[in-house]
Structures are given as C-alpha cells and as structure tokens.
C-alpha cells in the first residue's frame, strides 16, 4: 500500500507540470493522482484525506468539462 503513496505523489508532481504549461494532459493525471490517493486513504482508513480525494476528483472533472470546452490542448 505505501507504493501507492509516492505513485499518487509522482502522479500529483507531474500533473502541477502539464497544468502549468496549460495541457489537459495534466488534469486527466490530477485525476488518476486523486483516484490514486482515494483508494490509499481508505485501504489506511485515513477518512479526511478520503474525503479530500474524492472532493478533489470532483474538482478535476469540473476542470476537464471546461478545459475542453475553452479548447485547451491535451
């Protein structure tokens, strides 16, 4: 289970990269991150860092509807 934490944190560093260029590409790996992140918290029944995740993976979908509808490049 730890592995998942520094795959998830790997995952977080390189979508800040893509999102800052802007690159969709880094809203969909935002997302695998939270994705990622949801199912350490609860496989560690850390329930606050769950809800943050799963608040966060909401957030992402928000910004890859927009994103793609302001025409944002993957």
Partial sequence: MIYLSYLATALVLSAVYYIS???????????????????????????????????????????IKNWKREGIPL
């Fill in 21 to 63: 260029k802007p690159k969709l590409r880094g809203q969909y790996l935002i997302l695998s991150a939270d994705i990622s992140w949801l199912i350490f918290s609860l496989g560690t029944e850390n329930y606050a860092l769950a809800l943050q995740s799963f608040v966060l993976m909401c957030i992402a979908f928000s910004a």
